[in-house]
């Protein structure tokens, strides 16, 4: 039976328990070939250090800002021993040795480091590139447009002056401020008729502007005529001041009535003063004005603004034939005829004058008479016969004495030579002859 051997140190002579490599002694090594060199190229003996395994550091926690869960320590490196400087390895029993510096784990390269995101920076250095260029071009736009505006504004605004200053030439300094006019009047006292109703111009006044017409309160220039109107018809007459009345300036142009102090009809007998203005873009000298009442389609009449202008070829003329006559056995006598561009508070129509007969008729017969001028006078001149347009005879009594009328007849105004005829009358006891009366006016 086979006994088992006893290893001991072979430095101190400890028992050394199987499979021990070093003594617990004195921690000499128990391999009795131990103290034999090896072999090297260069006959120099180093002493070998026995391989350790190679270890593996945990690589280092990742950021904390990546994981919520704390790092994990790591684990500290082995510490390894070297021989004193002249000594053998392993140390003698009773020798001191010190530790080696402790181990370092090697340093992480930058690739495996982890790498910040990266990509926010930069597209947050973009967005603050673009903003920055986004808000340098939207300055350059609000300032080119501000320029741009100012510069049409001043543009606009000289074009306003230049146009309001050409059309208030002689109304202002020759800076472009505007200018008062001083107020002129110019006396006239020039009567017309017009639609019956006489009318006469007192005076014409010129300014800038008049307190009591707040209607045309933004007209350069006012022209103002004062007026005094009298109505001797048995009518209201309405004369349409915006529609009849007008300025006719030197150029030919014409400006109508832009407003008047009392519009509406004038009653029967009715004398009242009115004033009519009419507004201009210019200043002018008012001699050079002229006054045109009458509508597009009406008899006008052109009256010049200047102090007593003669107008006598617009007043009424009259004559007195009284001229006799005898006619369905009455006694007549055509006593007056007046010619007028205006009758029963109408104007005559462009080219035409109103011709009115004031007849007297004495009856003395035993019935009485009805003329029915519509239908039995006539008024002739040339070639042209008239009907009657109005007539204020009604029945002429038995008896009587002195009864007047009047007819009315609407004739061209180129005519100076008339006829009045009475026609023949069938159906009266005796039958009654056409009767004709000449006069000129």
């Not at 926690?61 to 390895?89: E, L, N, R, V």
């Amino acid at each position: 039976m086979a006994q088992s051997s006893q290893a001991f140190c072979p430095q101190c002579g400890t028992p050394v328990p199987p499979g021990q490599r070093f003594c617990s002694n004195c921690g000499a090594s128990t391999d009795p070939g131990f103290s034999k060199p090896t072999a090297m190229a260069s006959g120099e003996y180093v002493p070998q250090i026995p391989q350790q395994p190679t270890q593996y550091s945990a690589p280092p926690p990742p950021p904390a800002s990546s994981y919520s869960q704390p790092a994990q320590p790591t684990p500290a490196p082995p510490t390894y021993y070297a021989p004193q400087q002249g000594q053998g390895f392993p140390p003698q029993q009773g020798q001191n040795f010190a530790p080696q510096q402790s181990y370092q784990p090697a340093p992480v390269p930058d690739y495996a480091k982890p790498q910040k995101d990266s990509s926010r920076s930069v597209l947050g250095q973009m967005g603050c590139g673009i903003l920055i260029v986004i808000l340098i071009i939207v300055g350059i736009c609000s300032g080119a447009s501000f320029f741009a505006y100012r510069f049409l504004t001043s543009a606009a605004s000289s074009a306003s002056t230049s146009t309001t200053n050409s059309t208030t030439t002689g109304n202002s300094n020759g800076n472009g401020t505007p200018q008062s006019v001083p107020a002129t009047t110019t006396q006239m006292n020039a009567a017309v008729t017009y639609a019956s109703v006489d009318v006469t111009i007192v005076n014409v006044q010129k300014a800038s502007s008049f307190t009591d017409d707040t209607g045309l309160s933004n007209a350069p220039i006012v022209i103002r005529l004062n007026i005094k109107e009298h109505n001797p018809t048995t009518n209201s007459v309405y004369l349409f001041y915006g529609d009849n009345f007008h300025l006719i300036l030197p150029d030919g142009s014409s400006v109508a009535a832009g407003s008047e102090q009392t519009g509406g009809g004038i009653g029967q007998a009715v004398t009242r003063n009115n004033w009519v203005d009419f507004p201009l873009t210019a200043d002018v000298d008012v001699s050079k004005l002229t006054l045109r009442i009458g509508g597009a389609n009406e008899a006008q009449m052109d009256v010049p603004l200047t102090t007593s202008p003669d107008v006598s070829k617009y007043q009424l003329k009259t004559i007195t034939p009284n001229a006799a006559f005898n006619y369905a056995g009455l006694n007549w006598t055509l006593t007056t005829v007046t010619s007028g561009l205006s009758a029963d508070g109408k104007q005559a129509t462009t080219g035409m004058r109103y011709i009115v007969v004031t007849l007297k008729a004495d009856n003395h017969t035993q019935n009485s008479f009805y003329l029915f001028a519509g239908d039995n006078a006539r008024l002739q001149a040339g070639s042209t016969t008239s009907p009657p347009t109005s007539n204020t005879f009604n029945s002429i009594a038995a008896g009587t004495t002195g009864t007047t009328g009047t007819i009315t007849f609407l004739m061209p105004q180129s005519a100076t030579s008339f006829t009045l005829i009475l026609l023949a009358q069938s159906g009266t006891n005796p039958p009654t002859t056409q009767v004709t009366t000449n006069f000129q006016i």
